[in-house]
């Protein structure tokens, strides 16, 4: 058993990541940050996705409409990686531009520690795949971006995503044909957005979940149907991604408190409902670091 762990550890999270694609179905929970990560990893799953609608709702208090920057979002992952082990589904948007920004997004989000890193065919500047408004480059176009992708990993275990809203822009058959080219064109999970119904899901699931692992993504109140991941299993989809859910929660929370503050001018009526300090304490670790601390003093 020691050496298994220890086998675990030396494998590359990306790897990690291929063995879960392989394996049963599974939830990649969003995060936005080192602590939502961590968070994620606590509570005991084994991927995590890297939001770039969160990073722009938490880091800029603004829209997913293509406001944040590779850097930005790079910045984020490195953080996250720092602190969290988890294999990391990272949103790339669009490849920040043409095929050649594809080849720095991905060096650079590998490098920063992306296991999978997920591109879709939109314009720029691109928008929330729940927004309406989104325009489309040609499935040519995207298929140069997948091999721009392919051509530029360092780890061959990083998972390329790719990612068509095409069905918002130009229907549904015109989606599941981009999603049939792209898998053509070697990318290693495919992520048709903004399926509308189950009538959907099942199509999808049909003609591509045998030959590759399909991703689902759930937005609270977003344009697709909630499912559970066994209903998504069934529907024969790998991976579902809750993207926002933390923000929301968090959000939500938030505005909860900063009321009961302003209307109490006190927090003890809802310790219930936070962390107090021993307790944030020792999520993020504070008296094992202080511990690793002792054994540098005075040496």
């Given at each position: 058993?020691?050496?298994a762990?220890?086998?675990?550890e ?6 990690r990541?291929r063995q879960?694609l392989?394996?049963?179905?599974f ?19 084994a ?11 938490t880091?800029l ?16 992952v ?15 948007d ?7 920004n594809v080849k ?15 591109l879709e ?11 309406d408004?989104?325009?489309l ?7 140069g ?9 360092t ?13 918002a ?5 015109a ?8 898998l ?8 048709v957005?903004?399926l509308?119904?189950l ?19 759930m ?18 989809f790998?991976?579902?991604i809750h ?7 968090v ?5 909860a ?11 003890r009526g ?11 304490n ?7 670091m ?6 540098y003093?005075?040496l």
């Amino acid at each position: 058993p020691a050496a298994a762990r220890q086998g675990d550890e030396l494998m590359s999270h990306a790897r990690r990541l291929r063995q879960l694609l392989a394996g049963d179905p599974f939830i990649a929970p969003g995060c936005y940050d080192a602590f939502t990560g961590l968070l994620i990893e606590q509570a005991g799953f084994a991927c995590a996705y890297v939001s770039g609608a969160s990073i722009a709702f938490t880091r800029l208090g603004r829209p997913d409409l293509g406001l944040t920057t590779l850097t930005e979002v790079a910045d984020v992952v490195g953080n996250i990686r720092e602190r969290v082990g988890l294999p990391l589904i990272v949103d790339g948007d669009n490849g920040f531009g043409n095929a050649l920004n594809v080849k720095r997004t991905v060096r650079l989000l590998e490098k920063m520690g992306a296991s999978a890193i997920q591109l879709e065919d939109q314009t720029l500047p691109k928008r929330c795949g729940h927004l309406d408004g989104k325009s489309l480059i040609t499935t040519g176009e995207m298929l140069g971006k997948i091999r721009a992708a392919q051509d530029a990993r360092t780890d061959a275990d990083t998972v390329i995503v790719a990612r068509t809203d095409a069905i918002a822009v130009d229907g549904f058959d015109a989606g599941l044909e981009r999603a049939h080219a792209y898998l053509e064109a070697g990318a290693d999970v495919l992520f048709v957005e903004a399926l509308r119904d189950l009538d959907q899901f099942a199509r999808v699931g049909r003609e591509l979940g045998a030959r590759v692992p399909l991703l689902a993504n759930m937005v609270e109140g977003g344009k697709t149907p909630l499912l559970a991941i066994r209903e998504l299993a069934a529907l024969g989809f790998r991976i579902a991604i809750h993207p926002g859910a933390m923000v929301r929660v968090v959000g939500h929370a938030a505005s909860a408190y900063l009321a009961t503050l302003r209307a109490d001018g006190t927090t003890r009526g809802m310790l219930d409902r936070m962390f107090d300090f021993q307790g944030l304490n020792a999520v993020i670790g504070t008296d094992a670091m202080l511990r690793d601390g002792e054994r540098y003093r005075e040496l």
